[in-house]
């Protein structure tokens, strides 16, 4: 085992979901198809212009760090981040310093330092030996969290930012979306044998949580390697190659200084006290249920952990989920929803051909409530799930149509066991002389002789009663 340890540190940006930029007016859609279209003065940092602040935007930082537990301050103002690259217009980004909106609080297990407001960057886009630039994205009103340097493996680390991801998705924050550039993940990372923090390398370019943590491990082992034969980690930023699986060295590492961060004179200050719809109270009321509430939520009702990750991972199948189950359901009810949910529905969502309508969720939860209570059997629940899940039929009109409701009657059945009886005498035999497992083809049989209505367990019982 390593004597040494890694520690990380992650900053993560996040693109808000608002309707306009952070200081402008112009449309939030950075992903538009035709590159700048979504521009104005004061985006683009024509001489004269003044930001206006997006309430949503700081409404939505300060939702989020509520949600973690986080302190959210009363006073905060913007500052100047200085620096020149050809996507920043200003040659200086928007951003909060000294003062953010949010410090402190905990998600997945790993304590955050802060989360501020800021204003994304225009897109560079390089062909051959032609550069340009997109300005659809400038302004865009971008979220930055930053964790304490508590984490250690790059499993811990991946998955902290999908626990981020899905409470961004949960709050409708933002759609963070790392493949589109909604969610950006950097790295600061370093090792140590002893107690105190080794030289940190700050690992860039990561769009996916796979890369995120191939670029921990590769930097541990650079680290260590550069360390054990005697050489010196030097503090800088570093991308991340995706096709070589390997970091390289961009820039030594800028400081705070290097910024020259100072107030922005054209915003004014922000006082949160002066706003009751930023109260404590206020967001508290408008918060939605966070997956780790719904995580004790569904384990109160006998869900395994591994089936509430599947249905809480995706906002709108958990929403029609949530709406099946309701408030006053059980927990054999809720077992019975959540596999047909796993196994059934979410194999037909894959297929790319069907959509959830949370208005068909209680046609889904009367399907389960027919299984439970004996009308129909879970083979013809299968058979109608698609149409009562994505149409919204009704399953026991369907089932009482199509002469489908479970029959227990066992005068209705003896004369069709019988007949099996006559037509199956090896597999009669078979099962006289202590073969107990052809007793399911039998009961097979009788299943397909009665398309699926019989209850399977008296067809058993009957068998085994005509046999002797």
């Known amino acids: 085992m390593s004597e040494y340890t890694t520690t990380v540190g992650l900053e993560i940006h996040a693109e808000l979901k608002t ?9 939030n859609d950075p992903h538009s198809a035709t590159p700048n279209t979504h521009v104005c003065p004061v985006c683009m940092a024509h001489p004269g212009t003044l930001p206006t602040v997006n309430e949503r935007a700081v409404e939505l930082v300060l939702m989020v760090g509520k949600a973690i537990g986080g302190t959210l301050a009363d006073f905060s103002e913007f500052d100047r981040k200085n620096y020149f690259y050809p996507d920043i217009p200003k ?83 933002s759609d963070a979306n790392m493949e589109r550039g909604e969610m950006r993940v950097e790295v600061n990372l370093s090792v140590s044998k002893t107690d ?19 670029a921990i491990v590769f930097e541990t082992k650079r680290h260590i390697e550069t360390l054990e034969a005697g050489g010196t980690i030097i503090q800088e930023t ?6 070589k699986g390997k970091t390289f060295s961009q820039r030594i590492k800028e400081t705070a200084d290097d910024y020259r961060y100072f107030p922005d004179p054209d915003i ?39 089936q509430i990750e599947i249905i ?35 194999a037909h969502l894959e297929s790319g051909e069907r959509v959830l309508d949370r208005a068909h969720a209680l046609a889904f939860r009367a399907l389960g409530a027919l299984v439970l209570e004996g009308h129909i059997n879970s083979r013809v629940a299968k058979d109608l799930m698609v149409e009562v899940v994505f149409d919204g039929a009704d399953a026991k009109a369907l089932a009482e149509a199509r002469g489908l409701v479970q029959r227990s009657n066992a005068d ?36 397909k002789a009665t398309k699926g209505s019989a209850n399977p367990g008296m067809l058993a019982e009957i068998i085994k009663q005509r046999i002797g």
């Not at 200086?92 to 501020?116: D, F, N």
């Not at 030289?199 to 890369?211: G, L, M, R």
């Not at 029609?320 to 059980?330: E, L, N, Q």
């Open 19 to 27: 309707n306009s930029k952070m200081f402008c007016g112009c449309k």
């Open 91 to 173: 040659a200086y980004q928007i951003s909060q310093y000294q003062y953010p909106l949010v410090k402190g609080g905990e998600l997945g297990g790993v304590k955050i330092t802060r989360i501020h407001l800021e204003e994304d960057t225009a897109r560079s886009q390089h062909e051959g030996e032609k550069s340009f630039v997109d300005f659809n994205r400038a302004g865009v009103p971008l979220m930055e969290l930053v964790t304490e340097p508590v984490i250690h493996t790059a499993e811990q680390a991946g998955a902290f930012a999908r626990e981020l991801q899905l409470l961004l998705r949960t709050l409708g924050a």
């Open 196 to 214: 105190t923090f080794g030289t940190k390398v700050e690992v860039k370019n990561i769009n996916s949580f796979k890369a995120a943590e191939a």
């Open 238 to 243: 570093r991308g991340w190659d995706e096709n």
């Open 268 to 306: 004014p200050k922000l006082l949160r006290s002066d706003r009751p719809d930023w109260s404590d109270a206020a967001l508290e009321a408008a918060l939605p249920e966070t997956p780790e509430k719904k995580r004790i939520r569904y384990a109160a009702l006998g869900l395994p952990s591994d």
């Open 312 to 346: 809480i991972s995706d906002v709108a199948r958990e929403a029609f989920f949530a709406a099946a189950v309701g408030d006053d359901s059980y927990e054999k009810l809720t077992k019975t929803l959540a596999n047909y949910f796993i196994t059934d529905v979410l």
């Open 412 to 447: 209705e059945l003896i004369p069709i066991i019988d007949e099996i009886l006559a037509a199956n005498p090896t597999v009669v035999a078979e099962l006289k002389a202590g073969k107990d497992a052809v007793l399911q083809f039998l009961v097979g049989q009788g299943m």
